[in-house]
């Protein structure tokens, strides 16, 4: 029964109208840092997984060396945590200098040699769900313009300590700042997932015009439970959900595999796998790495810290 909410994401099209960026024609792949490196900033102590750029540029070349990137893994996506606790004197976000000493624009260069491209994160509140600086309604256009200088391919838009009335106004003003970088930049949105997921309160028509891509339901956690809470919730819902989606504005389950085919062996695997063990991908072993190419299964790896 679980597997019926795989088809929803391919049975799709319909008339919608979706944000005209070019981006995001099918569904995004790639890896995201949340759910299994969280807020780790110890790298004095943890230096293979703490939030730096040694991570991401770690990740770059799992996906680009392994065959990921070939299936289309291109995404490798920063999440919170990433930041300068401060501003920088001409009130502009900065990554924290030492474990990002090479800046964003480096890693994203890096990426792009790789053919891959590279996704940050900033957040709609005064802060971050993490404590980092955020990108309030007076930063929408100043942050837009720093990604975009840094040759980001994506952002994902976090509404950690923001209230209704801001993410009203908020999402669809970022919407229109990334537009008027000049940089296609995919817009992945937090708002439903602030709003309970659903109509009325949630607009998926007007999602669809200004975001790629949004977080419906709660965050992914280490644990089969967790996956299959969200499969169940996406399973509930997907007379409202099927018809969000289309080439161009994605549903975005956080992390749960999306794919044609339903596929037993996979479902097998992950329940056989004991809590703390669902993060496996790409540093995972290397026989689960294999079935999941060798089936094309799509991964779509975005995460939220609520
Ligand atoms: C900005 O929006 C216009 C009109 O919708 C679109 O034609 C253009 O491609 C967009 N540009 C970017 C960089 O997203
Ligand atoms: C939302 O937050 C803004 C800025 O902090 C504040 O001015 C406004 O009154 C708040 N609105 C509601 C409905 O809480
Ligand atoms: C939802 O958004 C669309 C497009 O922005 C708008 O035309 C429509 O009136 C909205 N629907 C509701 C119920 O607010
Ligand atoms: C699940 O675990 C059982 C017992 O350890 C094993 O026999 C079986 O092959 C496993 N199934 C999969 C799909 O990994």
Redesign the pocket.
């Known amino acids: 029964m679980h597997f019926a909410v795989f088809f929803f994401a391919f049975a799709l099209t319909g008339t919608t109208l979706a944000l005209?960026?070019?981006l995001m024609r099918t569904p995004p792949m790639g890896w995201l840092a949340w759910e299994r490196y969280r807020c780790d900033i110890d790298c004095e102590n943890d230096p293979k997984n703490c939030i730096s750029e040694n991570l991401f540029m770690d990740m770059a070349d799992r996906l680009a060396e392994d065959g990921w990137k070939e299936l289309g893994y291109v995404y490798v996506n920063i999440d919170d945590c990433w930041s300068s606790k401060q501003r920088d004197d001409q009130g502009r976000l900065q990554p924290d200098p030492k474990r990002f000493p090479g800046g964003i624009q480096k890693l994203a260069r890096y990426l792009h040699d790789r053919g891959l491209k590279l996704g940050i994160y900033g957040d709609m509140g005064k802060l971050t769900c993490g404590g980092y600086p955020g990108t309030p309604l007076d930063k929408i256009e100043l942050d837009a313009q720093t990604f975009a200088d840094w040759e980001v391919d994506m952002f994902k838009y976090d509404g950690c300590y923001s209230n209704a009335t801001e993410q009203e106004q908020g999402y669809p003003l970022m919407s229109k700042a990334l537009?008027a970088t000049?940089?296609?930049i995919g817009y992945s949105c937090s708002w439903p997932a602030y709003q309970g997921g659903l109509p009325p309160k949630v607009n998926y028509t007007q999602l669809g015009e200004i975001c790629n891509l949004w977080r419906n339901y709660g965050d992914i956690q280490d644990s089969w439970d967790s996956v299959l809470n969200i499969v169940d919730w996406f399973f509930e819902n997907q007379d409202v959900l099927t018809p969000a989606a289309g080439p161009g504005r994605w549903n975005d389950p956080d992390m749960v595999f999306w794919t044609q085919l339903p596929h037993l062996h996979l479902h097998l695997w992950f329940k056989n796998q004991s809590e703390g063990q669902v993060e496996m991908l790409v540093r995972g072993p290397e026989r689960l790495a294999t079935v999941i190419q060798s089936q094309k299964l799509c991964y779509i790896s975005w995460s939220l810290s609520m």
Do not use: Q
């Open positions: 005209d960026n070019g537009n000049g940089r296609p």
